[in-house]
């Protein structure tokens, strides 16, 4: 049989730092490949498609492709008119969001091939579905430029057998006909048995073992093996939903049902206050109508197949916000040790924080999620940290995690597609939402997920918060095996550890706080998103202010303080501890639930880019959170900062 080759009959954009090179490119400039040449690094999906971008969910977000790219190089229709089939970047290209509408957008601009020093995790599963090519062999390119066809084994390189089969098929969709009209079929796991990690147990105990009979469990996985896992939650959110719903109905017809709709679960918490600060040209361009119609589709695809739709919430007879963020309704509710939970969304990583396996994935693959049941699963490699001591006062998770994220192994891309197993007596003295800052902020390293060993912290919390009898809680904890294999472990000696914060531009900037140099004035200070706004993260801000207070102290003249909620139920939690009241006379603004600033999509957005934001959420990609830079740091320094109208620590109250 002859193997499939590939014409790339168009231009070929370099994605360079110099912002003139780029221009030049639109104009109709066509450059050589220079090695010497710097590329743009840690291109985020949203610089790809930001945030308003996304209210689209068909073709028209290829209008928008890379408008997000900094410097605005790029404007609306420019890849799409340029006739490019080749994008080129640095290195972790993809990185943040697991939004699927950044590669669709390059796709249906005309791009066929993605080349770039590293393709992060998400984004490239997500390119694999949608049948858009990705390598990072720059050799390819010289290749191309002679206009040569190069086999789509070039292309299949390094992937899992799955992996490469979809790409051979030209995308998920393609491949699970296929798999499904029984014309092929994965390969078989056959790995012996073996010490495993947190993960690889999980992956292995969850492992379709046979498709027809639906049978569950192999005796073991090693790193690198391709197969499909049974999901026990899956969930989406507006933004994605539409998308889904749309993918889900072509690829299995205008009448397929959800499979086990009660495992499935939606939610309207993204943007919920889009309105109140959605600029005039957006709302000229239309969007404010598109954005609504997020809403409209997600509840006509709930309503249509009977799924848990987690909504708004009225308080004195109007819209106050969401009932939740997804992440922290997922820890309330639905998720449970030795789980696997898939949600349309990166930060699904959170829930590792009960011991089960949770992550991010695209569109394509949640419409197939919910047709099938299962995802398709690389066994990843996993990295142990092993947390010593405990932390100094003032410290806290956030400042543990900015610190992890600065290490070289994830700046130079090495922990692209690894878990984060988090141990040691450290863990243990931490509770259940400062370990829920470790887990969610672990795709900001790029890697698969974060998980924690389920431990009697975690049993108290479902007995008290599920009503679960402790004994059933306690029989799916899932262990890692004691001679399991690590690709790397590094010893964190948290007592060591100081405040952090994380410069603009990437949740790996971190530095020392005292190595800040001079004062940095914030505008905005923002405390909330699913990272920040949880019950131990309302307990710090009220800890600092309370202590404002009483030096006669409160947030500073010229600065907005925005305390926003993870759920109702951590609102509740704030109230009946006297919080909301400190938080007022203090001089913060209180918000209900929703994902708001951190998107883009709320109060505590910036407006100009001369304003600075000191902020409690997970990540401060270019644009994320407006046009304002954005510096990541603790609830602690978030609430210092507040007072003292600069970047502090909290010591300085």
């Given amino acids: 049989m002859t193997e499939k080759k590939v014409s790339f009959p168009g231009r070929v954009l370099y994605l360079?730092?110099?912002?003139?090179?780029?221009?030049?490119?639109?104009?109709?400039?066509?450059?050589?490949?220079?090695?010497?040449?710097?590329?743009?690094?840690?291109?985020?999906?949203?610089?790809?498609?930001?945030?308003?971008?996304?209210?689209?969910?068909?073709?028209?977000?290829?209008?928008?492709?890379?408008?997000?790219?900094?410097?605005?190089?790029?404007?609306?229709?420019?890849?799409?008119?340029?006739?490019?089939?080749?994008?080129?970047?640095?290195?972790s290209k993809g990185c943040g969001s697991s939004r699927e509408t950044a590669p669709y957008s390059e796709l249906k601009a005309g791009v066929q091939l993605v080349v770039a020093e590293s393709i992060e995790k998400i984004y490239g599963q997500n390119c694999q579905n949608i049948g858009l090519l990705t390598?990072?062999?720059?050799?390819?390119?010289?290749?191309?430029?002679?206009?040569?066809?190069?086999?789509?084994?070039?292309?299949?390189?390094?992937?899992?057998?799955?992996?490469?089969?979809?790409?051979?098929?030209?995308?998920?969709?393609?491949?699970n006909k296929r798999r499904m009209a029984g014309e092929l079929s994965p390969p078989k796991t056959e790995t012996a048995a073996r010490p495993m990690t947190l993960c690889e147990k999980i992956i292995?105990?969850?492992?379709?073992?046979?498709?027809?009979?639906?049978?569950?469990?192999?005796?073991?996985?090693?790193?690198?093996?391709?197969?499909?896992?049974?999901?026990?939650?899956?969930?989406?959110?507006?933004?994605?939903?539409?998308?889904?719903?749309?993918?889900?109905?072509?690829?299995?017809?205008?009448?397929?049902?959800?499979?086990?709709?009660?495992?499935?679960?939606?939610f309207r918490d993204h943007l919920t206050f889009l309105d109140m600060v959605m600029p005039e040209a957006h709302k000229k361009m239309g969007l404010k109508e598109q954005a609504h119609s997020l809403k409209t589709e997600q509840e006509r695809f709930t309503g249509r197949h009977g799924i848990r739709l987690y909504g708004e919430v009225e308080?004195?007879?109007?819209?106050?916000?969401?009932?939740?963020?997804?992440?922290?309704?997922?820890?309330?509710?639905?998720?449970?040790p030795g789980q696997i939970?898939?949600?349309?969304?990166?930060?699904?990583?959170?829930?590792?924080a009960l011991g089960c396996f949770a992550f991010g994935v695209g569109s394509t693959d949640m419409a197939n999620a919910w047709f099938t049941r299962d995802v398709r699963v690389r066994v990843p490699e996993t990295v142990r940290f092993v947390l010593t001591s405990e932390l100094s006062p003032?410290?806290?998770?956030?400042?543990?995690?900015?610190?992890?994220?600065?290490?070289?192994?994830?700046?130079?891309?090495?922990?692209?597609?690894?878990?984060?197993?988090?141990?040691?007596?450290?863990?243990?003295?931490?509770g259940l939402d400062e370990r829920a800052t470790l887990t969610n902020m672990a795709v900001e390293a790029g890697s698969f997920t974060g998980i924690i060993e389920a431990d009697e912290r975690v049993v108290e919390y479902l007995a008290e918060m599920r009503g679960l009898d402790k004994d059933a809680a306690r029989a799916r904890i899932v262990r890692a095996d004691a001679e399991a294999q690590y690709a790397d472990q590094f010893e964190i000696d948290l007592s060591k550890v100081v405040p952090m914060v994380a410069t603009p531009g990437d949740p790996r900037n971190g530095v020392p706080l005292s190595e800040l140099g001079s004062d940095v004035p914030v505008t905005i200070a923002y405390g909330g998103s699913c990272t920040g706004g949880k019950k131990?993260?309302?307990?710090?801000?009220?800890?600092?202010?309370?202590?404002?207070?009483?030096?006669?102290?409160?947030?500073a003249d010229g600065v907005q303080l925005f305390i926003q909620f993870g759920s109702q139920q951590i609102r509740s939690y704030a109230q009946e501890r006297g919080y909301i009241d400190v938080f007022e006379r203090a001089g913060a603004q209180l918000v209900d639930p929703s994902c708001g600033a951190c998107i883009r999509a709320g109060p505590g957005v910036s407006m100009t880019a001369d304003e600075v934001t000191v902020s409690a959420i997970n990540r401060n990609f270019p644009g994320r959170s407006g046009p304002g830079k954005v510096y990541l740091a603790s609830p602690l320094v978030v609430a210092a900062s507040a007072v003292a109208g600069k970047i502090v620590s909290p010591e300085s109250i």
């Avoid at 743009?40 to 689209?56: A, K, L, M, R």
């Avoid at 939970?341 to 829930?351: F, I, K, L, Q």
């Avoid at 131990?536 to 947030?555: F, P, S, W």
Wanted: with cysteine; hydrophobic share 40%; glycine share 10%.
């Fill in 204 to 266: 292995a105990a969850r492992a379709i073992a046979n498709a027809k009979t639906g049978a569950l469990g192999i005796p073991a996985v090693k790193p690198g093996d391709a197969l499909f896992v049974r999901t026990d939650v899956r969930f989406s959110h507006e933004y994605v939903t539409p998308m889904a719903d749309s993918l889900f109905r072509a690829g299995f017809g205008a009448d397929a049902k959800v499979s086990e709709p009660e495992s499935v679960f939606a």
């Fill in 341 to 352: 939970v898939a949600g349309t969304d990166s930060h699904t990583c959170m829930a590792g």
């Fill in 394 to 430: 003032g410290v806290c998770a956030k400042d543990v995690m900015l610190h992890i994220l600065s290490l070289s192994h994830f700046k130079t891309g090495k922990g692209i597609g690894q878990v984060l197993e988090f141990a040691g007596p450290g863990i243990a003295s931490m």
């Fill in 315 to 336: 308080r004195d007879g109007k819209t106050v916000g969401s009932e939740a963020i997804c992440h922290n309704k997922v820890i309330e509710e639905l998720a449970l």
């Fill in 16 to 91: 360079t730092e110099d912002k003139e090179l780029i221009q030049k490119q639109l104009a109709g400039e066509n450059l050589e490949y220079d090695p010497a040449r710097k590329l743009v690094d840690n291109i985020s999906t949203d610089e790809i498609t930001p945030g308003w971008v996304c209210y689209y969910f068909d073709e028209t977000l290829a209008r928008f492709c890379l408008v997000g790219l900094r410097g605005g190089a790029i404007e609306k229709d420019a890849i799409k008119s340029g006739g490019f089939s080749v994008i080129v970047s640095g290195r």
């Fill in 135 to 175: 390598t990072t062999d720059f050799s390819i390119l010289e290749r191309i430029k002679r206009g040569e066809a190069i086999a789509i084994s070039e292309f299949t390189k390094g992937l899992d057998p799955i992996s490469a089969q979809i790409v051979e098929e030209g995308g998920l969709f393609a491949y």
């Fill in 536 to 555: 131990a993260d309302m307990d710090m801000y009220a800890a600092v202010l309370r202590r404002a207070l009483d030096k006669g102290k409160r947030v």
